[in-house]
């Protein structure tokens, strides 16, 4: 499909079918996207996946090693990881939408460059608008700050839902930890935990069939960065960290 089609699939998309047609053409076109270099050395573009009619969307940092061999986004240790978050609370993959930042990988796992989360941007802003999910998860810095538009990191703002206007369209976007970086620091990982029962609350009763029940959160779970006492609020996750992982994620 030539650009301005599937311009004009995003802006016309609103019912199911013209959803997950639209997010189709717009992968095709997408697959062989030369905006940034990261082209240069990629395996595959990592488009995205999920259900096209979403409510709820995840949107990580970039492909890993086994993104872009895989061609989907957190197939590693943070996707399992991610998996089993979903599943505390009562969904799976196919149940939301996730999609990253960078469509391609950074080289070595780099952290995203200005210059490339620029141009790429405009590909997640048209998965946004076509999916209209009511709920985006940011997780990380990278897509915390992108979609929120503010300098404010993840240490200080994940958990606290905010509304914020993509696209012309009112959206809350709730920043979280990011998996993979949970996956080393026990009180992160307690605290992704507790923000991530917050879920289904967010996305309230309405339309919410597939979301299951809120899940009570034990009081006095420790922050980010606090001191635990050993033995305490170990992670259950036993999830070996994986060095192709991505690292700077704090
Ligand atoms: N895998 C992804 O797809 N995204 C991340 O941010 C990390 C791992």
Do not use: W
């Amino acid at each position: 499909m030539a650009a301005g089609a599937v311009a004009e699939a995003v802006a016309a998309a609103e019912t199911a079918a013209e959803r997950a047609s639209g997010l189709a053409a717009l992968a095709d076109a997408t697959s062989s996207c030369t905006l940034c270099a990261l082209a240069e050395g990629r395996t595959q573009v990592v488009f995205g996946t999920g259900d096209p009619n979403a409510k709820l969307m995840f949107v990580g940092e970039a492909p890993g090693f086994h993104e872009d061999k895989q061609g989907y986004p957190f197939v590693g240790q943070a996707g399992k990881l991610l998996d089993e978050l979903l599943a505390g609370i009562e969904l799976t993959r196919d149940d939301v939408y996730i999609a990253n930042v960078l469509k391609c990988r950074p080289p070595g796992n780099r952290d995203p460059q200005q210059v490339e989360i620029e141009a790429c941007e405009q590909h997640l802003f048209k998965q946004v608008a076509l999916i209209e999910p009511r709920l985006i998860a940011t997780l990380g810095n990278f897509a915390t700050k992108l979609l929120s538009g503010r300098p404010d990191g993840i240490t200080k703002v994940h958990g606290e839902p905010r509304e914020s206007t993509l696209g012309g369209r009112t959206v809350t976007l709730y920043p979280l930890f990011h998996p993979a970086a949970a996956l080393y620091t026990p009180a992160m990982m307690k605290t992704l935990e507790a923000d991530f029962a917050r879920i289904p609350g967010l996305l309230g009763a309405e339309g919410t069939d597939k979301i299951g029940p809120a899940i009570e959160v034990a009081a006095g779970e420790p922050e980010a960065g606090e001191a635990i006492p050993a033995g305490v609020g170990v992670p259950s996750h036993d999830l070996a960290v994986d060095p192709d992982e991505q690292l700077d994620l704090f």
